[in-house]
T-cell receptor
């Protein structure tokens, strides 16, 4: 069964600094991978997704993620943090086969704080 | 499009009470799902549906029932509320779960069981 591990439940960066949020997956076959963002008291919003078309995926708000099969990773980065990036970020995986093999499996989340 | 809507936004129940959390989508999505979010646990799948009349259990289904009589609606029923069901509940939908379709989430229902 597939799973996702997010390293670091809390990450704090200064405004303007690099943002790096880590996600490692476990899957016996190439999966589809997603990053979602949750702002306080809101639902989840898709940042970006990997669908095997390209290993470097660009998303909204300047975020991007690189799929590395050899490292089973899909880390999320942003070159320069903004105060508005403070939120909780979730990595998720699915095989996309339908039925129970098509459900999203979420990591436990990483809360990003941005210091002025 | 309203997207995915959930009602109510907040609810307080006493142990043993029952209630229904409503979820509706206006995007003609086949796939709908319910998650609960607890601190440090991420989102865990409760039940899901791949189309009207078809539902199945997710990771944490105990204490919850669902039905899908129409494409648009996917209510979640708590049969006899317990304090362990205090959580934030999210409904989501997508065209299908047979491809990397984006799931769209509702704003959530914050439930407290006393």
């Amino acid at each position: 069964a597939q799973s996702v591990t997010q390293l670091g439940s809390h990450v704090s960066v200064s405004e303007g600094a690099l943002v790096l949020l880590r996600c490692n997956y476990s899957s016996s076959v190439p999966p589809y991978l997603f990053w979602y963002v949750q702002y306080p008291n809101q639902g989840l919003q898709l940042l970006l997704k990997y669908t095997s078309a390209a290993t470097l995926v660009k998303g909204i708000n300047g975020f991007e993620a690189e799929f590395k099969k050899s490292e089973t990773s899909f880390h999320l980065t942003k070159p320069s943090a903004h105060m508005s990036d403070a939120a909780e970020y979730f990595c998720a995986v699915t095989l996309g086969y339908g039925g129970s093999q098509g459900n999203l499996i979420f990591g436990k989340g990483t809360k990003l704080s941005v210091k002025p | 499009n309203a997207g995915v809507t959930q009602t109510p936004k907040f609810q307080v129940l006493k142990t043993g009470q029952s209630m229904t959390l409503q979820c509706a989508q206006d995007m003609n999505h086949e796939y709908m799902s319910w998650y609960r979010q607890d601190p440090g646990m991420g989102l865990r799948l409760i039940h899901y549906s791949v189309g009207a009349g078809i539902t199945d259990q997710g990771e944490v289904p105990n204490g919850y029932n669902v039905s899908r009589s129409t494409t648009e609606d996917f209510p979640l029923r708590l049969l006899s509320a317990a304090p362990s069901q205090t959580s934030v509940y999210f409904c989501a939908s997508s065209y299908s779960n047979r491809a990397p379709d984006t799931q769209y989430f509702g704003p959530g229902t914050r439930l407290t069981v006393l």
